[in-house]
């Protein structure tokens, strides 16, 4: 899958988005599902959002999953896919996109991670096509661009 530098988010591609990671809440009983960049940076997330600082954890998930590809190397594998970790009443698991962004789902222990794994899986292509597209998308063409911040008066300097 080639991809170009640069994500171009739009309002349509965040809003499939968000309706992605919301049905992988539903369908799963998860309490949230985050999708994070492959520098850190939180792109959408669903479910039981506001009981995390989710900022955080995108920063640490990505550390902890980059890290993951140093064990991959002395292992002999080229990297590593997709990680869990429990915790005594919650646990997460992540997995890596195709374009090297990340899904990570927050879910209570009482739901069996096996459960989380086969919903996630039936969510990867789907989520990594919308991300696909919005790679391919040159931000000339992008219906929404960066908001720019108006310049200064000089007046207001002072």
């Known amino acids: 899958m ?3 530098k640069h994500l171009v988010l739009t309002e349509d591609g965040i809003r499939a988005l968000n309706n992605s990671l919301g049905n992988l809440v539903l369908d799963s009983g998860a309490r949230a599902a985050l ?3 492959k520098s850190g940076q939180l792109i959408a997330a669903q479910g039981e959002t506001s009981n995390y600082d989710t900022m955080s954890i995108s920063a640490l998930v990505t550390g902890s999953f980059n890290s993951t590809k ?3 190397t ?3 594998e080229a990297e590593f896919t997709k990680m869990f970790q429990q915790g ?4 997460i698991y992540v997995a890596a996109l195709k ?3 990340i899904l990570a789902v927050i879910f209570p222990n009482q739901i069996p991670v096996g ?3 086969y919903k996630v899986e039936q969510s990867l292509d789907g989520v990594d096509q919308q991300m696909d597209a919005m790679y391919k998308q040159s931000p000339a063409s992008s219906p929404m661009r ?3 911040a108006p310049a200064p008066k000089i007046n207001d300097l002072f």
């Open 115 to 117: 459960r989380i794994k």
């Open 99 to 101: 374009t090297h962004d």
């Open 88 to 91: 005594s009443t919650n646990s």
């Open 35 to 37: 999708l994070i960049d």
């Open 2 to 4: 080639a991809i170009s």
């Open 146 to 148: 960066p908001a720019q």
């Open 74 to 76: 002395l292992l002999g």
């Open 70 to 72: 140093a064990i991959a």
